[in-house]
């Protein structure tokens, strides 16, 4: 840190390189690169992987990761999003990251592949590095788990969504949308059916700044909360890339689903716009 660099903006400054340093971890995975994925860790790192296995040192890593990453992300990718970066000490963090194994065209299996890792980094040579890190597996309550055709179809509906807004097609904006559903948009107006909702998305649409943005989804958490109903929560960026590098969403929305006369509709979305850190 230099003479006149508050703590606070030296924290910013390394969560920020840490969440570089998580994105190199998913780009070094996707492409196969092993040496690249090892550059990452300490000498002495201990990491235990998803299945339980524990490397001593990075000549253990360095062997299971020569083994199993070649030829390993074939026909899928993984997609790792950090969602929490602690400072226990000024040169020792920790980083709690969500890890999703994803198919070859970036979509979610089902049932859904996917990981809690967390790495303890320690700075060495005026960088930081793995010391110690643990994936477990995320294992699914049964009471929550959805049928892949269905989670399919509301990420469909969702992807709608998506590119109703970015091609300003209001249609699409509003086509899975129940006649009794409510929404309260991001700036916290609550629309009430189908038809003032339908009148709002098009007014929306002709203001410049909603006009000319563009918008990126990723759905979460999908779950079933009875036969017929099912929520998610949904994180929006301005753009894909955004995402990729690890950027905080710009917005969150939960969504409510309801089947009815064999289709699944949306009955409520909720909008909150996430403060800049």
Not at 24 to 31: D, F, L, P, V
Not at 62 to 71: C, S, V
Not at 181 to 202: D, H, K, P, Q
Not at 205 to 227: E, N, V
Request: net charge negative.
């Amino acid at each position: 840190m230099s003479p006149i660099e508050s703590p606070a903006t030296a924290a910013s400054r390394d969560a920020d390189r840490l969440t570089e340093l998580v994105a190199a971890i998913q780009r070094t995975q996707r492409a196969e690169d092993v040496d690249g994925f090892l550059a990452l860790f300490a000498p002495d790192a201990v990491w235990v992987n998803g299945a339980g296995g524990r490397l001593l040192g990075i000549e253990e890593i360095a062997d299971f990761t020569r083994k199993a990453l070649p030829g390993g992300m074939a026909g899928q990718s993984v997609r790792y999003d950090v969602t929490d970066v602690r400072f226990p000490a000024p040169d020792v963090a920790i980083t709690s990251v969500d890890q999703e194994y994803l198919t070859a065209d970036g979509q979610s299996f089902s049932p859904r592949r996917e990981g809690r890792p967390t790495y303890v980094w320690a700075r060495r040579d005026g960088d930081w590095r793995i010391v110690h890190g643990q994936n477990t597996g995320v294992i699914q309550p049964a009471d929550e788990t959805i049928a892949g055709e269905d989670a399919a179809t509301l990420r469909d509906i969702v992807a709608n969504v998506e590119r109703g807004f970015n091609e300003n097609d209001a249609e699409l904006l509003i086509r899975d949308i129940a006649p009794d559903a409510r929404i309260v948009n991001a700036v916290g107006a609550e629309l009430i059916g189908r038809e003032e909702i339908e009148t709002s998305t098009r007014k929306a649409l002709l203001r410049a700044h909603l006009r000319d943005a563009t918008a990126h989804y990723r759905l979460d958490g999908i779950a079933l909360l009875a036969p017929d109903v099912a929520v998610a929560h949904k994180r929006a960026w301005s753009t894909a890339e955004a995402a990729e590098r690890g950027d905080a969403p710009e917005m969150t929305a939960l969504y409510v689903f309801a089947r009815r006369d064999g289709r699944w509709w949306i009955l409520r979305r909720q909008n909150t716009l996430v403060a800049a850190a």
